[in-house]
């Protein structure tokens, strides 16, 4: 197997150990949710509600990820911070998408912040939103599931060329990009009084820029056509600063399934020979 394969291959392995080694019990009434940081710094990614997202917030350096379970009837949002710094309490602030001074989130962040959606049932919908600004790149891949399916979300960075009247800077750097409902506060910006209907509130000049860079990501508030989605029983990746197209994958019901092409083929098309041999001993030894 040569270096590159070894390369790929072990970030998956660390997936698979760390669903095997989490006791994470799948099951019809659970969605699995898998977050990644394929970033090159570390995030505190934060969800609300967040009791079945080990309490709301959690730092994930580059590379890492979490694998949680949520119930069917759960409705809520994940976003990313950044530039945070938290004592040993689990107080502190955070440059981008705070919600308020505590590690754990038990409210909705600051804008600006890319904001992934969600509303469990027995068809769950589900969205990218930068309705609220920008602050990362990233992409929600339903997996196993059935129905439309679609990957939802962002891998356009909008903080390299955002508009610099809505530009949020520290030290100098471009660390987010806010809305133009954020920065002028108007009707027309923020789909309200006489804009506040799908027919009066129409794409901006700012919207159209987002829209551009991200075409499954909700760019104004009544973008719904090309940026909600459904899906039924699956499971769900949620990466930061990942293409759209990036192969992802999780555990189910004891077997690896991965996005894309080779989703159906299972543990045994993704790795193959000593590879294969090693993950099969490590889960048995894990699950015995």
Known sequence: MAFHDIKVLLPVLCVILLILSSGTKLSESARVFT??????????????????????????????????????????RIWGRTGCKFDSNGSGKCQTGACGSSLKCGASGDPPASLAEFTLAALDFYDVSLVDGFNLPMSVTPINGKGNCSVAGCDGDLRTFCPSELSLKANGKVIACRSACDVFNTDEYCCRGVHGNPLTCQPTFYSKKFKEACPTAYSYAYDDPTSIFTCSGTDYVVSFCSSRSQQVCTYHNKKLVCSGASASRGLKSLINGRWSALIILAAMLILK
């Not at 977050?35 to 009791?51: D, Q, R």
């Open 35 to 76: 977050i990644i940081n394929n970033c090159k710094e570390t995030i505190w990614p934060a969800v609300t509600p967040g009791e079945n997202f080990n309490g709301g917030g959690f730092e994930l350096k580059p590379g890492q990820s979490i694998v949680l379970t949520a119930p069917v009837s759960w409705s809520g």
